[in-house]
């Protein structure tokens, strides 16, 4: 489910991102080396505003074999960088640009093929603006965004907003249940990790607390947790039903 998927990118992003509209284009199809694994995403999703669909894939060889594989079979020029330990491919094809993500493993590589159209990305700049805009205006003055992420898949809308910042968790925790009113949802519970089945928390973080919303046809749930510097993370993750909206 997207919102279970989203939930746990959302402690992912702890760790170390607006209803998009159905896609009218074609999105270029980039193929894939011989035997690889597919994993499906299943949905679009738009990063920072950016409208993508993103397939993961893993193989049994090196980096480099894939790395040399994707040279002769992609379009020049191929734009090639380091992150880390992975090995970022990219070059745009239209209106799109295509980036293919290796990371080595010891049995072998890892891969993440994103396809981001840039047009659409352009036109829903503002609209993405205003929304994140909006969220951040009910959150504590100054607070910082990690991640912005919405999805759209089979008439489910998901939102993930990722924040920190130096005010208490009361003062989050207030903030985030006014924002939820706002946004026709009821306050429903909290919990502490320990009620819902001892979820750990987020790396780094002391101590921390889950609350859970409900509308008609919307529900949300955020996460609250302070780490050992003082800061507050804010975790907010909502979808909604669009069958149930109309």
């Known amino acids: 489910m997207m919102r279970r998927a989203l939930s746990t990118a959302a402690l992912s992003v702890l760790l170390s991102p607006a209803v998009l509209p159905a896609a009218a284009a074609v999105w270029p199809q980039v193929e894939l080396p011989p035997g690889?694994?597919?994993?499906d995403m299943g949905a679009q999703v738009a990063a920072q505003g950016?409208?993508?669909r993103?397939?993961?894939f893993a193989t049994s060889e090196s980096?480099?074999?894939l790395a040399a594989w994707?040279?002769?079979h992609m379009e020049k020029p191929l734009m090639e960088s380091k992150v880390g330990n992975k090995l970022v491919l990219g070059r745009p094809r239209g209106d799109y640009y295509i980036t293919i993500q290796?990371?080595?493993l010891p049995q072998g590589t890892r891969g993440l093929l994103a396809v981001t159209d840039l047009k659409a990305a352009a036109s829903?700049?503002?609209a993405t603006q205003a929304q994140r805009a909006r969220y951040l205006a009910q959150l504590p003055q100054g607070s910082s965004v990690i991640s912005f992420l919405t999805s759209n898949e089979r008439g489910v809308a998901s939102l993930l907003l990722a924040v920190n910042n130096s005010y208490s968790e009361d003062v989050n925790r207030d903030r985030v249940r006014q924002l939820m009113r706002d946004e026709g949802l009821e306050f429903e519970r909290e919990a502490k990790p320990e009620e819902y089945g001892g979820r750990p928390l987020p790396a780094g973080a002391v101590n921390g607390s889950t609350l859970f919303f409900k509308g008609r046809g919307k529900d949300a749930m955020a996460v609250i947790c302070r780490d050992r510097e003082g800061r507050v993370?804010?975790?907010l993750n909502t979808t909604s039903h669009m069958e149930q909206l109309k």
């Open 233 to 235: 993370t804010v975790v």
């Open 50 to 52: 950016m409208p993508m």
């Open 124 to 126: 829903q700049r503002g």
């Open 36 to 39: 690889a694994a597919i994993v």
């Open 102 to 104: 290796l990371e080595g």
């Open 54 to 56: 993103m397939t993961g």
């Open 70 to 72: 994707f040279r002769s």
């Open 63 to 65: 980096p480099a074999v």
